[in-house]
C-alpha cells in the first residue's frame, strides 16, 4: 500500500500524487464515479491501475491505493 494524494487541477482533473515514486499522474477513469460512491479501481494516464476503496469524494484527501498493473510507460 502507498500513501497518496489526490487533488483536482485548474481544468477540473484529479491528480494522482505518489510521493515515494515522485510520480504524479491524471485519473483517466474510475470504477466508480459518483459523490456518494467513489475510487475502485483507478486508471491512470501513464497506463498503471491502482485501487482505492471507494469512499465519498472529498479533495484534496490522501487516501491509500494498491498498484493493481503497471502501464508501459
Known amino acids: 500500500m502507498a500513501k497518496v494524494m489526490l487533488r483536482e487541477n485548474d481544468e477540473g482533473k484529479v491528480l494522482f500524487y505518489v510521493a515515494k515514486k ?3 499522474e491524471i ?3 474510475l470504477e466508480f464515479e459518483s ?3 467513489w475510487g475502485g479501481d483507478i486508471n ?3 497506463g498503471d491501475v ?3 476503496e471507494p469512499n ?3 479533495l484534496p484527501n490522501e487516501v ?3 498498484i ?3 502501464g508501459d510507460s
Do not use: C, G, P, Y
Request: proline letters at 0%.
Open 22 to 24: 515522485d510520480m504524479e
Open 50 to 52: 491502482w485501487h482505492i
Open 56 to 58: 465519498i469524494k472529498k
Open 44 to 46: 491512470l494516464t501513464n
Open 27 to 29: 485519473i483517466e477513469s
Open 35 to 37: 459523490d456518494e460512491k
Open 64 to 66: 491509500n491505493a494498491k
Open 68 to 70: 493493481v498493473s503497471r
